[in-house]
């Protein structure tokens, strides 16, 4: 196994181990800054609205999420929930991304995950983030940023900006365009198996399944590298030519 040129991450529950989701605390959040309820709607309420919609589309159902692969960005989905509620929220669509997302889903680093961002940086081993995310792009950087300050990715590719969801291949073409490197010159670590192992895979990437901060049940694969903390893969990486 050679040494790789870039590795590229994955977002939520590999960079970062977010809480359980709670899609009424978030909302309660953000409708603290309601300029206008015209029917006094609960969180309860509009989080009602906003899951008979994501059914609807098929989202966020662990079982079919990786079939979706066009993004749905909360630009589009956050004003039609509310203004079709009667709801007027006095914030930007970014400013109600960030205020829900705190609080409906806030995140620590993977632990150990700073000290192997660092240990990269030393080596000279470029990084970059693909996600699949519907959060504004600079809302993710932001939190990115804020939980990793010491990070070198060169850059930060989401679903939310780029139409395309993992695992999709056109996604993980694109970062290697970004990156101007060929597919076996890079790795790409995740945490989901469809959408990260076997979407860099056939991408061309080497995978490698990180499951430290899992949140959904699997099926263990032998043929996939499979590391559960950050310490060990740095190990590999000594090994490597």
Request: net charge negative; aromatic share 12%.
């Amino acid at each position: 196994m050679k040494i790789p040129k870039m590795i590229l991450f994955d977002y939520g529950q590999t960079l970062v181990a977010e809480q359980k989701f709670d899609g009424v605390k978030g909302t309660a959040a953000v409708l603290q800054y309601a300029a206008k309820n015209k029917y006094n709607l609960s969180a309860e309420q509009v989080q009602t609205k906003a899951n008979e919609i994501n059914r609807e589309f098929g989202r966020f159902d662990p079982k079919k999420r990786h079939l979706f692969q066009v993004e749905i960005p909360n630009t589009m989905f956050t004003p039609y929930l509310y203004e079709s509620l009667g709801i007027e929220i006095a914030l930007s669509n970014s400013e109600i991304d960030t205020v829900f997302w705190n609080a409906a889903a806030s995140g620590t680093p993977t632990k150990g995950i700073e000290d192997f961002l660092e240990y990269l940086k030393n080596k000279e081993i470029r990084t970059g983030v693909i996600s699949n995310i519907s959060y504004a792009p600079c809302v993710v950087k932001e939190r990115i940023n804020s939980l990793l300050p010491k990070n070198a990715f060169e850059f930060i590719i989401t679903s939310s900006n780029y139409i395309f969801r993992k695992p999709n291949k056109r996604i993980f073409d694109l970062a290697l365009e970004k990156a101007e490197l060929q597919p076996e010159d890079v790795w790409y670590i995740g945490d989901q198996y469809k959408c990260d192992v076997k979407g860099s895979l056939d991408a061309g990437m080497l995978p490698i399944w990180y499951i430290g901060a899992i949140d959904l049940p699997y099926t263990e694969d032998k043929n996939i590298l499979t590391v559960t903390d950050w310490g060990k893969l740095k190990l590999l990486l000594e090994e490597c030519d």
